[in-house]
Each structure stands twice: as structure tokens, then as C-alpha cells.
């Protein structure tokens, strides 16, 4: 039986994705890739964040912040 691909998780998202996964816009979302606060890659003329980028990313702000 084959499996069928669009059930499987992904492991990169495009920049909206991503963006729509931090709860953030698509323009700040650019200003992090650019800054290389989180990483991305690109496949031809497509740019993809990795799925370990933004939990990197996220782990990253959570142990800058402050305990309350």
C-alpha cells in the first residue's frame, strides 16, 4: 500500500507557514530570516524554514525571558 504524501508531516514550511505558526506577519518573519535569527533554506527560487528552526527559535526566546 502506498503511502500518500500529502498525509505525511512536513519538515519545511514556506515563510507563511512559519509566520502563521510564531502567530507573527510575513514581513517580520523576513526581517528574522534576514537578521539570521532563524534559519532557512532555499530550493531554487523558494525560501523554507525547517520545522527544528523555529523550535530553536522558540526554545531560544523562552530561555532569554525572564522567569515570572
Known amino acids: ?4 504524501p500529502t498525509n505525511q508531516a512536513r519538515h ?9 505558526a510564531l502567530s507573527i506577519g ?3 518573519m523576513f526581517n ?4 539570521g535569527a532563524i ?3 532555499q ?3 523558494l ?7 523555529i523550535a530553536e ?3 531560544r526566546l523562552t530561555s532569554e525571558q525572564p522567569a515570572a
Open 1 to 4: 500500500m502506498a503511502t500518500d
Open 12 to 20: 519545511l514550511l514556506s515563510v507563511e507557514d512559519a509566520a502563521r
Open 26 to 28: 510575513r514581513t517580520t
Open 32 to 35: 528574522l530570516i534576514k537578521t
Open 39 to 41: 534559519a532557512s533554506v
Open 43 to 45: 530550493i531554487g527560487r
Open 47 to 53: 525560501r523554507r524554514i525547517p520545522l527544528t528552526a
Open 57 to 59: 527559535f522558540t526554545a
